[in-house]
């Protein structure tokens, strides 16, 4: 897939190191849960989950945690990057079950784009977004614009006090449809709790993404019988996939293709 021209017309720090950028960038319609890669002038093509769609304009919710993502934040109105995408598999979001969205840090990015969606079709999406502390105003109004939302933070700080999946345990039951993204350990947490019920559940996962399409391995996750391209086959997999991905929690391949525990190298949440 070819990389496009975008322009920028917005970067606003939503919280602190957060930034909403709007980039205008004629796509193929995305679906939420795909992601686009993202490349400023000069510097490296990195994977950024769709957070919104509409009219040829991007939205991209990027924290600035190392060289790529602080020049995104950077950018001006007016400033121009690559954009290659949509890419990947999305979630299943027009599922007609009770739907609970869990987010876990800037997780919250393809579920914002799936909650909307939703809405477009007249389907309820309950959001509960997980932050460790205290967010921004802004970030808490874009979320609040969305509709039915419960803001959870680990310290209690704001919103109920509680990581995202011990909030919403209540909200799931067997007929419920959930979606998540954010860090591993609290996808675990969420998968284990959808077994558990007999709720269906979906994840987005990270890996370290070169290609993008399918074609070099570098995003690969690993279990006994099957193996995944997060990139391709991914980022979004069901709970069934996912408990058959040993490397699931544990193991993730770093940027030289070396598979190393996954807290102590990529990916980034
Ligand atoms: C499918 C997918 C969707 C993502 N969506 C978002 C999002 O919506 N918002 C957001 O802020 N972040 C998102 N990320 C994470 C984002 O890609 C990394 O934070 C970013 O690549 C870091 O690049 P850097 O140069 O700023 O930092 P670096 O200092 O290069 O790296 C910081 C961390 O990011 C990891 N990383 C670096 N390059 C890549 C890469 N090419 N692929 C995957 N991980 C990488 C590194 O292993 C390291 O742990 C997503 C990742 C994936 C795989
Ligand atoms: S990044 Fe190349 S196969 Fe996924």
Redesign the pocket.
């Known amino acids: 897939m070819l990389k496009k021209v975008g322009r920028v017309e917005e970067a606003t720090e939503v919280s602190s190191g ?1 930034y909403l950028l709007r980039i205008s960038c004629p796509l193929k319609e995305p679906y939420p849960g795909q ?1 686009v ?1 993202a490349q400023p002038p000069g ?9 919104g769609y509409s009219g040829g304009e991007l939205k ?13 934040c950077r950018m001006d109105v007016g400033d121009r990057l690559w954009v290659r995408g949509p ?2 598999r999305g979630f299943s979001y027009m599922s007609r079950k009770t739907a609970v969205a869990v987010a876990g840090g ?2 919250i ?2 579920l914002i784009y799936l909650v909307d969606a939703r809405k477009r079709e007249g389907l309820k999406t309950k959001l509960v977004a997980g932050f460790k502390s205290r967010v921004g105003g802004k970030l808490i109004q874009l979320l609040e614009d969305l509709g039915d939302v419960v803001i959870a933070t680990e310290d209690g700080s704001i919103g109920a006090k509680g990581d995202a999946v011990s909030v919403a345990s209540s909200m799931i039951t067997r007929s419920s449809m959930v979606f998540a ?1 954010g860090p591993e350990p609290m996808l675990r947490k969420v998968v284990d709790l959808c077994m558990s019920v007999g709720a269906a559940v979906e994840c ?7 290609c993008g399409v399918g074609i070099c391995g ?2 690969l996750i690993e279990g006994e019988e099957v193996s995944m391209r ?2 391709a086959d ?2 979004v997999f069901d709970g069934e996939t996912i408990v058959k991905l040993s490397d699931f929690d544990k193991l ?1 391949l ?2 030289s293709g070396c598979k190393v525990p996954l807290h102590g ?5």
């Open positions: 957060i992601f890669m510097l490296e093509e990195i994977p950024l989950s769709i957070a991209l919710i990027v924290a600035a945690v190392g060289e790529t993502t602080r020049a995104l890419l990947g800037v997780g990015a393809p993204c987005s996962l990270e890996r370290y993404i070169k570098a995003c997060v990139c991914g980022p993730a770093d940027r190298g990529c990916p980034s949440r």
